[in-house]
């Protein structure tokens, strides 16, 4: 089926040339000559873009645009004039108009503006599955060759970048395609994760930045003015590279880094390290009151403002400080009151826990499975989230004021389809992604197995308590209910285990475009 094109034109016969042309191109053109009658033939068949000429006589161009628009807000009109005045120009910006062309126009200049507002999204599709095909087999050797958490960040950062412009393409050959580098990739990480972790936190070897260390060498530099650290709970590189052209009309990116998570990659273990500034095993040995085991009644993360005291203490830093959980919008709007009280501490720490929450929801919700189906509806809901919550409020105030800030998390998550078997006693860790305790039953060729905690300072419950570790997109499941344990939590999104989605997280600092 053609493009169908609506021309509107008093003086249409003049444009026959620049018609044939593009009817030779194989565009369905229908000429009018009067606002009206453009009207009319819209609601007739509506067509795939309007040329309006803005000089008619009775109902000018202006008037007929404004028409079309209450009636078909979307449909792509591109404004003819003669005169370059800034409000052409203006409605152009605003989105009023799709374009302008300034008479006398070219049959070339004809045909890139159709391109450009009919066929942008198949040519961008085009343009981008022979890119990644074109590149396909570089970033296939390089997999195989990477050998340090530096060279991962950059390969996570690359195959994220394919997975958001592949997204718009409808070629289910080239989703599969790109669907099995990125398993080999994943794959490829666990080995070289597990390979390495033990050594960064011995301090052998090239010990990457982690959730231990982050605040200590990057944040805390930072504090020679105002600094707002927004940690959002659950939050991967995907869904940054996602919301950051919003986050870039008030500020702008100083640095776009990684850094690597802890095990297990949940908020209990990661976040504790990452405000404390030592591992969980340190965290339990040295403050022990601020530690909650599993087993043991209580909020897991109930002390992390207290754990910032000490860490910011340890480092001779002695700040006036504020920590605030938003747990509802409307103690977040609360906040952007607030804000001249803020100004005054040079550290203020803001936790949104929201995509947390939705994770959760979506697995427990069939409404929200529906919206978070797929990994691009994942990160659209997230993009929508920013855009109506009181976080872009706060953000817009501060890029108004002298400021640094900092958009981190504490882990990622990772959508599950594989289940791998496991049994337990009662005193068995709950969470999918890893299991800790007593008389654990599991094929050690299908997990990350630690069976010593000590070596990554995990807190030991019991003298024969192991952790185990799940890989890429799998997720532990017990033989009990099998079948019906497995049908509700495939396609959910997960953490605690260990994946690129869940261990090479966003550490972004901001300043204000202003």
């Not at 996602?242 to 273990?269: G, K, S």
């Not at 389809?417 to 006693?425: A, L, Y």
Request: charged residues 25%; aromatic residues 10%.
């Amino acid at each position: 089926m053609s493009t169908t094109i609506l021309w509107a034109d008093d003086e249409i016969d003049l444009l026959r040339p620049h018609i044939l042309f593009l009817e030779e191109k194989g565009y369905t053109v229908t000429p009018v000559m009067s606002g009206r009658d453009a009207l009319d033939e819209i609601e007739a068949s509506l067509p795939d873009l309007v040329f309006l000429d803005e000089q008619m006589p009775g109902m000018s161009g202006i008037d007929t645009l404004k028409a079309i628009k209450q009636r078909h807000p979307q449909l792509p009109v591109v404004m003819i004039t003669k005169s370059e005045e800034e409000h052409i120009m203006d409605d152009a910006l605003g989105g009023k108009i799709s374009d302008y062309l300034i008479k006398p126009v070219n049959p070339n200049q004809i045909l890139l503006t159709v391109k450009k507002h009919t066929e942008r999204a198949r040519l961008q599709s085009e343009s981008s599955t022979m890119s990644y095909q074109q590149q396909f087999r570089e970033i296939g050797m390089q997999i195989g060759s990477l050998r340090t958490a530096s060279q991962w960040m950059e390969m996570y950062r690359r195959l994220v970048y394919w997975d958001i412009e592949l997204a718009s393409t409808d070629d289910d050959n080239i989703h599969g395609i790109f669907l099995d580098q990125r398993r080999e990739a994943e794959a490829q990480f666990c080995r070289f994760y597990e390979a390495n972790y033990t050594d960064w936190l011995a301090g052998r070897g090239e010990k990457p930045l982690m959730s231990q260390t982050v605040l200590r060498e990057r944040l805390f530099p930072m504090l020679d003015r105002p600094t707002f650290l927004i940690v959002i709970d659950n939050f991967r590189y995907d869904q940054w590279k996602y919301v950051q052209p919003l986050v870039e009309r008030y500020f702008r990116v100083e640095a776009d880094e990684m850094y690597c998570t802890i095990l297990p990659t949940t908020t209990q273990f990661a976040r504790n390290a990452m405000f404390a500034g030592l591992m969980p095993s340190e965290i339990e040995r040295k403050y022990p009151q601020y530690w909650v085991n599993e087993d043991e009644q209580g909020w897991k993360n109930q002390y992390e403002n207290e754990l910032l005291d000490e860490n910011l203490r340890r480092n001779g830093i002695g700040i006036k400080h504020t920590y605030n959980k938003v747990l509802n919008a409307q103690f977040g709007k609360k906040l952007v009151d607030r804000l001249p009280e803020l100004m005054q501490s040079r550290l203020n720490v803001i936790i949104y826990n929201f995509i947390d929450m939705l994770s959760h929801a979506r697995t427990d919700s069939d409404i929200v499975r529906e919206l978070a189906e797929n990994e691009r509806a994942y990160r659209s809901l997230t993009l929508s989230w920013m855009e109506h919550s009181p976080l872009l409020e706060i953000m817009k105030a501060l890029s108004e004021r002298d400021v640094r800030v900092v958009i981190t998390t504490d882990h990622g998550s990772v959508r599950v389809d594989k289940p791998v078997k496991v049994k337990g006693d009662r005193g068995v860790s709950v969470n999918l992604r890893y299991k800790q305790g007593r008389l654990l039953d599991y094929n050690p060729r299908e997990v990350f197995e630690v069976k010593e905690p000590a070596t990554v300072f995990l807190p030991r419950r019991h003298v024969t308590s192991p952790y185990i570790f799940a890989r890429g997109a799998e997720f532990f499941a017990y033989p009990n209910n099998y079948n019906e344990y497995v049908r509700y939590y495939t396609g959910t999104f997960q953490h605690g285990g260990l994946s690129m989605e869940e261990c090479l997280v966003p550490f972004v600092s901001l300043r204000p475009r202003g």
